[in-house]
């Protein structure tokens, strides 16, 4: 009987096979798009989409320069607990390093003002830090903080601590509030997770309290195809609310 299944769900089929009989095992590269046009005898086009739809389901990853990759499993992080990216890594055994590309004060733009409720123009601390797993780039950290909250913040070089970590010792997280999205992301953003542009970007927005202070503001960029998010409940978790406030909601 012919088949008459898409030639790219075919394809899709060739290359899960081959997974599961152990041909490409986890974190190994499969065939490159040129390498199934041969293989599967199918053109370019319908190659790709095969290839994307794996990707978009996460059997794959995409590193950039090098080709597609059998996916290992996600890192996941939990929206229940304020965890830093370094300490999730570590309880997974995983390396992490970091590396602060801005640390400085700014004068808060209208948009920010209104998130941190503070006046535009009003001067905060604004971070920004490549976080890596195993020399692999897993997140990229935009935050602003209200000085107030942690007045040395501005004289931290982020080597043994996560700015997370430091505000952590400062300012306990008693209130937090989230809101997640997937987006393209920037071409800046990319070039900084090195994903390509068929790679969806998650987006974890977060902001934080200590008591009746509001402590900082946090974008949490993560490439889409190696990293989730999960829930995790303990008891002793300070109270999470998300989207419980106004200021995320307002913000597009």
Same mark, same amino acid.
């Given at each position: ?14 290359? *899960?096979? #081959?997974?599961?009989?152990? =041909?490409? &095992?986890? $974190?190994?590269? %499969?065939?490159? !798009?040129?390498?199934?046009?041969? @293989? ?15 990707? *978009?389901? #996460?059997?794959?990853?995409? =590193?950039? &320069?090098? $080709?597609?990759? %059998?996916?290992? !499993?996600?890192?996941?992080?939990? @929206? ?173």
């Amino acid at each position: 009987m012919q088949n008459t299944n898409p030639r790219y769900h075919q394809v899709k089929t060739y290359v *899960l096979a #081959g997974i599961t009989e152990g =041909i490409w &095992g986890s $974190g190994e590269r %499969v065939p490159s !798009e040129n390498e199934l046009v041969d @293989l599967c005898q199918v053109s370019r086009m319908t190659a790709r989409r095969a290839l994307q739809e794996l990707l *978009l389901e #996460g059997t794959l990853i995409r =590193i950039k &320069g090098k $080709g597609s990759f %059998v996916s290992q !499993e996600k890192q996941q992080s939990s @929206l229940l607990q304020i965890r830093s990216i370094a300490s999730e890594l570590r309880q997974q055994g995983d390396l992490h390093r970091s590396n602060l590309l801005e640390l400085r004060k700014v004068n808060a733009s209208s948009k920010i003002a209104k998130i941190m409720e503070v006046t535009t123009g009003a001067r905060v601390y604004y971070s920004q830090v490549l976080h890596y797993k195993n020399e692999q780039p897993i997140q990229l950290e935009n935050r602003w903080v209200i000085p107030s909250a942690a007045v040395d913040y501005i004289n931290q070089d982020f080597k043994d601590k996560t700015p997370s970590e430091y505000l952590t010792d400062q300012a306990p997280v008693t209130e937090a509030e989230h809101k997640i999205e997937a987006i393209i992301g920037n071409v800046n953003i990319r070039e900084l997770l090195e994903i390509d542009t068929d790679e969806a970007v998650l987006l974890l927005k977060r902001l934080t309290w200590c008591g009746q202070q509001l402590v900082s503001y946090a974008q949490l960029y993560h490439p889409g195809n190696s990293y989730s998010f999960g829930t995790k409940f303990q008891q002793a978790v300070p109270k999470v609310e998300n989207l419980s406030k106004t200021n995320l909601k307002e913000e597009n």
